[in-house]
């Protein structure tokens, strides 16, 4: 006997799965944060524009999680739209990826170009938010399904460890540098366990088949394509980026090409050739210490190892080389022609640089930023870049602190902005109190060399640096380190997308609801407040633990941890204990905010390290933990937890379009904005405890 049907309709409280409601939820939860992870670099790694805009796939994936959890009160199948739209975006990103050469744009430099290879930026991102979104509605609206068959807060508890489980899955892999197959291979595995049901007969088998085919079959194309990127000799994955290998012939010798993330980023190139084809290279050595070898080098951004080993042909006594990609010096290592990491003379480090001279007392004859341009913001921060803490001027008071008597600071670059050179240039000499040196080169690509003595006299220029004009951007600082931000305005490009985002979050969440998705969610506004201010308090603290402690991927991790056993923490207080009332939390709450604001992230920077840490740790996480006790006790007396739940995860993608107010106030600003949605949730909230959930 046939069956044709598709599988039969699946309740909340009918699920098809071998598993318990417990085991499905934290199963359901790892999945959906694991493949917003996995997603965020392996569409970053093959769009480049992603690569700026990494923040577009965490809002898409914010409005498919608000929608899945709308939609599971209401769905009557199980989501099996999700792995199917998985694979199709798998699929059409490997035909057409997006890789670029060089270039601009007016107000904010990429250090790409605007023609690209692939589909246009206009077609390519509204492809990937809204394959995002779908893609984790479907676990969301798992996740949402087991919300209905358990108390409030035990149900928020076990999304909260499956979150965690998440995320530490993921950044082990990152630390084992595993590829893509292997991201693939545990989502399909877990998707398969949640929705392909335990036979009980021959309709139930069937039924089997049928959910096993639309889950599994759109799966295993992924894992095939991802299988056969991970095999592609000279294709290897960092923390941070894709990382691909090549040699190309120049000038009769055979040169090894880094790049990553589809953009070329490096040539591991002998000293003797470099210097001989771009002189450049060696002049900061000849602009500081009237041309004497120094003794002690610092490189940051020591890469493969190429500026290593001119530093060494320049008679170096000894090199610290800090280096924040682990793979990438890994190739320096083995295959850079010099071998300029196996010299006695050289000491490497994977770090962030601005956290190396943060906790060393080292002083140095020469400091030298040696082409830092990351090609990637930091995940979770819609406007940090890796290097962003690099150029701000607190960052070279810092360096010139770090300084012997005589020394000298120096930069090069291809900056592709003269107004980005002059900005440099003017940073450098507020921080000295003297004017550089700067060296420009006679191409399109503007390349410069900016170097600065510790005083006037230590520094040798060929001619006097003309100065900033009237049109050159203040130094960037660390409240607002955006370096490659011409305007002080929010350029347009973000400014229409963003909108974009919101239009298309209103219509998705009113189709999905069936029409009753506001009217269900408006007795919550207030947990749409208190989502969208979580949010930005979460950019704070991942941007002030990058600048504290580095914007390594181990610290942007545990960050986001930290975040998680917070928010666990306050749902396990809620739940064990007499809190108090939320008039005192959300005392608790401003007194938080305004701890940051009083002690913003630089002032700690002169603390030890330990005693920074733990403070940092209080100032940061005492607001987290009083705004996630104010959602618990609020959530568990919701008369409807998934609209509830929806609502606030909805109010985190607005958060994240309000991130981009820190471009023009700052960071510390972005503490303004999260109290004003803070007070609007007070006043929001019902006045009168409502009806608790039997």
């Known amino acids: 006997m046939a069956v044709e049907s598709p599988p039969a309709p699946v309740s909340s409280t009918n699920w098809p799965s071998p598993f318990g409601v417990r085991t499905r939820l934290v199963a359901a939860s790892a999945l959906m944060l694991f493949t917003e992870l996995a997603l965020i ?5 093959n769009v480049v524009h992603l690569s700026y805009f990494s923040n577009f796939v965490l809002l898409g994936s914010f409005l498919g999680i608000g929608i899945g959890i709308l939609r599971s009160s209401r769905a009557k199948w199980l989501p099996y739209y999700s792995p199917v739209m998985l694979g199709l975006l798998v699929l059409v990103i490997t035909w057409k990826p997006v890789t670029v050469e060089r270039g601009s744009s007016s107000n904010v430099i990429y250090f ?24 984790l509605a479907g676990p969301a609206e798992l996740v949402g399904r087991c919300f209905t068959e358990l108390p409030r807060l035990t149900a928020y508890r076990f999304d909260l460890v499956g979150s965690l489980i998440g995320i530490v899955s993921f950044t082990a892999l990152s630390f084992l540098g ?22 009980r007969g021959v309709q139930s088998l069937v039924a089997g088949v049928l959910s096993g085919a639309l889950v599994l079959a759109p799966l295993l194309v992924m894992v095939g394509v991802l299988f056969n990127e991970s095999t592609t000799p000279g294709n290897s994955w960092s923390p941070y980026y894709k990382v691909q290998t090549a040699y190309d012939k120049y000038r009769g010798q055979s040169l090894l090409t880094i790049t990553v993330n589809g953009v070329p980023h490096q040539q591991a190139i002998a000293a003797d050739s470099r210097l001989a084809w771009e002189p450049q290279y060696g002049m900061p050595y000849e602009r500081a210490n009237s041309g004497k070898a120094p003794n002690d080098v610092l490189i940051i951004g020591a890469g493969s190892g190429s500026d290593v080993a001119i530093a060494l042909k320049k008679g170096a006594a000894h090199v610290d080389a800090v280096e924040i990609d682990p793979r990438i010096r890994n190739i320096g290592k083995a295959l850079h022609p010099d071998k300029p990491y196996q010299d006695p003379r050289v000491s490497s480090h994977i770090d962030d640089g601005r956290a190396f001279l943060s906790r060393t007392d080292k002083k140095y004859d020469l400091i030298l930023l040696a082409l830092p341009d990351s090609l990637t913001l930091v995940n979770g921060a819609s406007s940090l870049r890796l290097e962003s803490y690099l150029f701000t001027q607190q960052a070279f008071e810092s360096a010139r602190d770090h300084l012997k008597p005589g020394g000298a600071f120096a930069m090069y670059n291809y900056y592709r902005e003269t107004w980005l050179i002059d900005r440099l240039a003017l940073t450098a000499e507020k921080a000295f109190g003297h004017k550089p040196c700067v060296d420009k080169m006679g191409d399109s690509l503007q390349q410069a060399v900016v170097t600065v003595g510790l005083t006037a006299a230590d520094q040798t220029c060929a001619a006097e640096w003309a100065g900033a004009t009237d049109v050159t951007p203040p130094p960037a600082t660390d409240n607002r380190p955006f370096l490659y931000l011409f305007t002080d305005r929010i350029p347009s490009l973000y400014l229409i997308t963003l909108g974009l985002i919101l239009v298309a979050g209103i ?30 308090l979460e950019t704070k603290s991942i941007t002030g633990f990058a600048l504290l402690f580095g914007t390594t991927w181990v610290v942007n991790a545990i960050v986001f941890a930290g975040v998680l056993v917070a928010v666990l923490a306050a749902v396990e207080v809620t739940r064990r204990f007499r809190t108090p009332p939320i008039k005192v939390m959300f005392a608790i709450l401003f007194g938080g905010l305004v701890l940051s604001w009083v002690f913003p992230d630089n002032w700690l920077l002169s603390m030890p390290l330990g005693l920074r840490a733990i403070v940092a740790v209080i100032i940061a996480f005492t607001p987290i933990f009083a705004a996630n006790v104010i959602f618990a006790k609020r959530f568990t007396d919701t008369e ?21 107010a820190a471009l023009i106030i700052g ?8 109290a004003v949605l803070y007070l609007g949730a007070f006043f929001l909230r019902p006045k009168s405890k409502a009806t608790v959930r039997a």
Request: net charge neutral.
């Open 41 to 45: 670099r392996w569409t970053g790694s």
């Open 112 to 135: 790409t170009s605007l023609d690209t290879t692939g589909p246009p930026v206009w077609v390519i991102l509204p492809i990937i938010f809204l394959a995002a979104a779908v893609i």
């Open 178 to 199: 595993a590829p893509p197959i292997w991201w693939g291979l545990i989502v399909t595995v877990v998707f398969a366990g949640l929705m392909i049901p335990r036979p």
């Open 507 to 536: 219509i998705g969440v009113g189709i999905a609801g069936g029409g009753s998705s506001y009217k269900r969610m408006r007795p919550y506004t207030d947990l749409f407040l208190l989502g969208a201010g979580f949010m930005l």
């Open 640 to 660: 409807d937890g998934t609209a509830s739940f929806g609502a606030n995860l909805l109010g985190a993608m607005l958060g994240g379009c309000l991130e981009y």
């Open 667 to 674: 960071f510390h600003g972005l503490l303004i904005i999260a």
